[in-house]
């Protein structure tokens, strides 16, 4: 009998990371979860104070990521492998996009690596704009007006800590970086790169005559490696850590785009060109597949942005704010909101637990789930809140009727996107998958299909995860492309349909 191949899938989000084994059986993948963590920002001081997320940042604090922190827990996942007795013949790592890690000549970090909602960004955007025009940027790049695009990062160090680019001789988006602390083999991985709004959408490789303009340094843009790139073996310290050593590939390493690589092809829909989709996290990414970018006055009209996805491929996709402000409004409830019981608060206030108490409410307040009001605030219970006193409308006043606001005004906000999408590219949708973590939420998944009238396919929820792991095991011959990793996706994984009702 042959030896089993595990493949190591290191998928981390911005509020957790996972790490995930997978093998074959019978034609099926098989997927475990060997190593769960926290994830989330540090909000510092000028003198390196790190304070409470509490929503009360004091002046000149910053929001990072603790990359020490990051890359530990990568390898204690790994540890977690070899103690399990299996062994993975290769891993890969997926992150969020746009935020990114400076590097000096002797290789070492310049400064903090400042997450994409710390408030630096505030008006770099207009600042850009100044050099290249809003209209003339998206021609170029395909890519959406989102205040945290890294662009606007690398404008807020041009103009607040110039010293840090002046220094910098490498930048590596988040994964690049933790693949470089495991192998010393510096890559910069194309779908993470087109999250920058610094690819040419027309050659899909860096556009230098757009960073000689925005007067970044030229050199920190170097060859970009496709998924499927293998980067190198761990090097001898982490090896011995491990205890094994295993190769290191690149996978989509941009979390969105490993999850559209895993939409499961079924028998229902086995022959049927690309669908929409919502790749549902603390980010609800509503979108399509295209052959080619989409950059007409609608598309720009509408804020849908063309991210490089497998194969070359263009994920055409609106962000839209998604479950990050459930997410935010539950800790407020586990922590006493407006007299919540604490008692039992895990369960209490689980995101199933949530659907079930916005499902028996009846508000009928909506929000602007896309207003940058809901990115950052101190208090996401009180910005809805807020948002429904301004507009007029009944305010919500029980945790169960925000949650209501949010979900209903999520999925209203899918019905805009889909009805966008349609108008945009001609085509007519008949069915959303959802893929990722929001999956699991029924209430909102039954909201969806009302308010598009589509069928929606719930699944499958670790599709990051799977994705990422395809990007490894198709280079290694186990599916011979895209298509064949599709339709074992859909034959391994449970996918639950939803429909409109009347």
Not at 66 to 91: H, W, Y
Not at 118 to 137: F, I, N, Q, W
Not at 460 to 465: H, I, K, L, Q
Request: net charge negative.
């Amino acid at each position: 009998m042959a030896e089993t191949k595990y493949y190591l899938a290191v998928d981390i989000g911005a509020s957790s990371g996972r790490h995930m084994l997978a093998h074959m059986e019978e034609g099926r993948i098989v997927l475990e979860e060997i190593y769960r963590f926290y994830n989330g920002n540090d909000i510092v001081t000028k003198d390196g104070r790190v304070l409470p997320d509490d929503g009360t940042e004091a002046p000149g604090a910053h929001r990072v990521w603790n990359m020490d922190r990051l890359f530990s827990e990568v390898v204690t996942g790994m540890k977690k492998c070899k103690e399990a007795g299996k062994i993975p013949v290769s891993m890969g790592i997926d992150t969020w996009g746009v935020d990114y890690v400076l590097l000096d000549e002797k290789d070492r970090v310049i400064g903090p690596c400042y997450a994409y909602r710390d408030h630096r960004t505030e008006g770099c955007d207009e600042a850009v704009y100044k050099k290249v025009s809003r209209k003339e940027l998206y021609q170029r790049t395909g890519i959406q007006r989102v205040i945290f695009n890294t662009v606007f990062q690398l404008e807020a160090d041009l103009l607040q800590e110039p010293e840090r680019l002046s220094k910098a001789k490498s930048l590596l988006m988040i994964p690049d970086y933790l693949d470089f602390c495991l192998t010393g083999i510096k890559k910069q991985e194309y779908t993470n790169a087109s999250t920058t709004g610094l690819l040419s959408a027309d050659t899909a490789d860096w556009d230098y005559d757009l960073i000689r303009t925005l007067d970044f340094p030229e050199g920190l843009f170097g060859p970009l490696s496709m998924p499927g790139t293998v980067v190198g073996s761990l090097r001898p310290e982490i090896k011995n850590q491990c205890g094994f050593d295993t190769t290191v590939v690149l996978t989509a390493t941009h979390d969105t785009g490993s999850a559209v690589m895993s939409l499961p092809v079924t028998g229902e829909t086995k022959g049927q060109e690309s669908g929409l989709y919502i790749s549902s996290g603390t980010w609800s990414l509503f979108g399509t597949e295209l052959a080619a970018s989409e950059r007409s006055e609608a598309a720009e009209k509408a804020n849908f942005t063309n991210e490089g996805g497998y194969d070359h491929r263009y994920r055409f996709l609106k962000n839209i704010m998604g479950l990050w402000m459930i997410q935010e409004a539950r800790k407020e409830f586990m922590g006493g909101w407006k007299g919540c019981p604490t008692e039992d608060a895990e369960n209490r206030y689980s995101f199933a637990s949530l659907c079930d108490a916005a499902a028996k409410e009846t508000i009928a307040s909506l929000v602007d789930a896309n207003d940058e009001a809901f990115l950052a605030p101190a208090s996401m219970a009180g910005a809805v809140q807020e948002a429904c006193r301004k507009s007029g409308q009944e305010v919500p006043e029980t945790y169960g009727q925000v949650a209501r606001v949010i979900y209903r005004s999520l999925a209203v906000c899918y019905k805009e996107a889909a009805e966008q999408l349609s108008a945009i590219t001609g085509r007519t949708f008949k069915t959303i998958n959802i893929i990722g973590g929001g999956a699991n939420a029924v209430f909102l998944n039954e909201l969806t299909a009302q308010e598009t009238g589509m069928r929606v396919l719930a699944g499958p929820t670790e599709a990051t995860a799977i994705g990422n792991l395809g990007a490894q095991m198709i280079p290694d011959g186990v599916f011979t492309d895209l298509s064949a990793f599709r339709l074992a996706v859909g034959e391994s994984f449970h996918v639950k349909e939803f429909l409109p009702k009347g």
